[in-house]
């Protein structure tokens, strides 16, 4: 056997040998990145939840600019969602997430700037309590959207 067709086995034992540990990698590491951006997936719908949540209890408590901070995270959050992560949903949960992108709007928008007056009559309704109806249809919303996502 000549050095030439001895280094050519070498080089072509090599090549194989690359070969086959690129597949066998890319086939190992499949599995993983699926349960990693599942599990991306729900942490962001558990913080735009969270953010949600938090807005409830501002308006509650009438600290109306907290609660326009906090919707307005949510709703930055679930804007970048639907640009990177809402198309691992399926169209039932997508819309979903659209209909809790909406009410966390109209949630910031019906958020009063300053607390209301003393002298309102309590039939009359009032934006906050219709804010908070809003954030906590976006919250139940995202919260099922949450439990029908698969686990890491």
């Not at 600290?63 to 809402?86: P, Y």
């Amino acid at each position: 056997m000549t050095k030439g067709r001895l280094a050519a086995y070498f080089a072509g034992t090599a090549i194989v040998a690359a070969l086959f540990g690129f597949v066998f990698g890319w086939y190992q590491a499949y599995p993983a990145q699926h349960s990693r951006d599942r599990a991306l997936l729900r942490l962001r719908l558990s913080e735009a939840r969270s953010r949600a949540l938090d807005t409830r209890v501002s308006l509650f408590r009438s600290n109306f600019g907290d609660a326009r901070t906090h919707a307005g995270e949510a709703i930055r959050l679930l804007e970048a969602f639907a640009t990177a992560g809402q198309r691992d949903l399926p169209p039932t949960e997508q819309a979903k997430v659209d209909q809790a992108l909406q009410a966390l709007r109209d949630a910031s928008g019906l958020t009063p700037t300053t607390p209301p007056a003393t002298g309102t009559s309590p039939e009359a309704p009032r934006p906050e309590s219709q804010a908070d109806a809003k954030a906590e249809q976006a919250a139940n919303l995202l919260g099922e959207v949450y439990r029908a996502t698969p686990e890491p």
